[in-house]
């Protein structure tokens, strides 16, 4: 494996009876990179996603994270490796304030959440690095408000920085502008770019403005298998792309 390939999947198949949701499918991710998975409706994104994040379990295939084996590693395992994705470990918590989920994020990351209820001296230890959390996503004026009572833009934008409180090496982001109107998209776009330095990111998503203004590699999927793989351009540029999105 290159020193540059951060993930490797090499022919990862997921069959649900009889039915080859994932067949075969070859992903080399790019340190660095912003990796988007694309498709249209049922090509399998979220099969491959949720193989690649360990919420389901291939039928075969391998994946490496840095050279390792991971393909039979549960979700704890690979966000301790450094692999970690959003909307999942980093569940918002709605009844507490915007820098009270930080902070639990945070005493995760030392692996023991609930000491967090017990000691305030340990709470005021993690106010520097959450207030550097809250400022990188732009929710700093937020501390005080209740999760729950945030805009749903500004929820995920919290989402994500109760995963960065993690450190991960590398974000899983299963689409990151769902549901989100257009100021949403930009903010969220360009809080991704900001946290992507020095990361690497693979994300699902639909908004195709987006992945092609934010992502430097691009994997089609089609009915389980790769389709193409590139730049935006090469890969909007080309037929089999062009013909599987306007085939659905
Ligand atoms: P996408 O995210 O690209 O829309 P999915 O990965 O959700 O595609 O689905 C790919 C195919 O696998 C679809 O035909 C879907 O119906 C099927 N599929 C997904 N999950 C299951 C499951 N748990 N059981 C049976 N079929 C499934």
Same mark, same amino acid.
């Given at each position: 494996?290159?020193?540059?390939?951060?993930l490797?999947?090499s022919?990862?198949?997921?069959? #649900?009876g009889? #039915?080859?949701a994932?067949?075969?499918v070859?992903l080399q991710?790019? &340190?660095? $990179?912003?990796? /988007?998975?694309?498709?249209?409706?049922?090509?399998?994104k979220?099969?491959?996603f949720n193989?690649?994040?360990?919420?389901?379990?291939?039928?075969?295939?391998?994946?490496?994270?840095n050279?390792?084996?991971?393909? &039979?590693?549960?979700?704890?395992?690979?966000?301790?490796k450094?692999?970690?994705r959003?909307f999942?470990?980093?569940?918002?918590f709605?009844?507490?304030?915007?820098?009270?989920?930080? &902070?639990?994020?945070?005493q995760?990351k030392?692996?023991d959440?609930?000491?967090?209820?017990?000691?305030?001296?340990?709470?005021?230890k993690?106010?520097?690095?959450?207030e550097q959390?809250l400022e990188?996503?732009?929710l700093?004026?937020?501390?005080?408000i209740?999760?729950?009572?945030?805009?749903?833009?500004?929820? &995920?934008?919290l989402?994500? /920085?109760?995963?960065?409180?993690?450190?991960?090496e590398?974000?899983?982001?299963?689409?990151?502008?769902a549901?989100m109107?257009?100021?949403?998209?930009?903010r969220?776009?360009?809080l991704?770019?900001?946290? $992507?330095?020095?990361?690497?990111?693979?994300m699902?998503e639909?908004?195709?403005?987006?992945?092609?203004s934010?992502?430097?590699?691009?994997?089609v999927?089609?009915?389980?298998?790769?389709l193409a793989e590139?730049?935006?351009? %090469?890969v909007?540029?080309?037929p089999l792309v062009?013909?599987?999105?306007?085939? %659905?």
């Amino acid at each position: 494996m290159k020193p540059d390939i951060v993930l490797l999947a090499s022919g990862l198949t997921k069959q #649900f009876g009889g #039915f080859t949701a994932v067949g075969g499918v070859d992903l080399q991710v790019r &340190r660095g $990179s912003i990796h /988007a998975l694309i498709g249209p409706n049922g090509a399998g994104k979220t099969t491959c996603f949720n193989l690649l994040t360990k919420f389901l379990i291939p039928t075969s295939g391998t994946i490496l994270f840095n050279g390792k084996d991971i393909t &039979r590693d549960n979700a704890s395992e690979i966000a301790r490796k450094g692999l970690v994705r959003s909307f999942q470990i980093s569940a918002v918590f709605p009844k507490l304030t915007v820098q009270n989920n930080v &902070r639990i994020a945070l005493q995760r990351k030392g692996g023991d959440s609930f000491d967090f209820w017990r000691s305030s001296s340990v709470l005021r230890k993690l106010d520097g690095q959450v207030e550097q959390l809250l400022e990188a996503v732009g929710l700093s004026s937020f501390r005080h408000i209740l999760a729950g009572e945030l805009s749903y833009g500004r929820k &995920r934008a919290l989402e994500i /920085a109760t995963t960065l409180a993690l450190d991960p090496e590398m974000m899983l982001l299963d689409e990151p502008m769902a549901g989100m109107g257009r100021e949403d998209v930009e903010r969220i776009a360009s809080l991704i770019r900001r946290v $992507s330095a020095g990361r690497t990111i693979l994300m699902v998503e639909h908004n195709l403005s987006v992945v092609s203004s934010l992502c430097d590699r691009i994997t089609v999927l089609a009915r389980g298998k790769v389709l193409a793989e590139g730049d935006y351009a %090469t890969v909007s540029g080309n037929p089999l792309v062009v013909e599987a999105y306007i085939g %659905t």
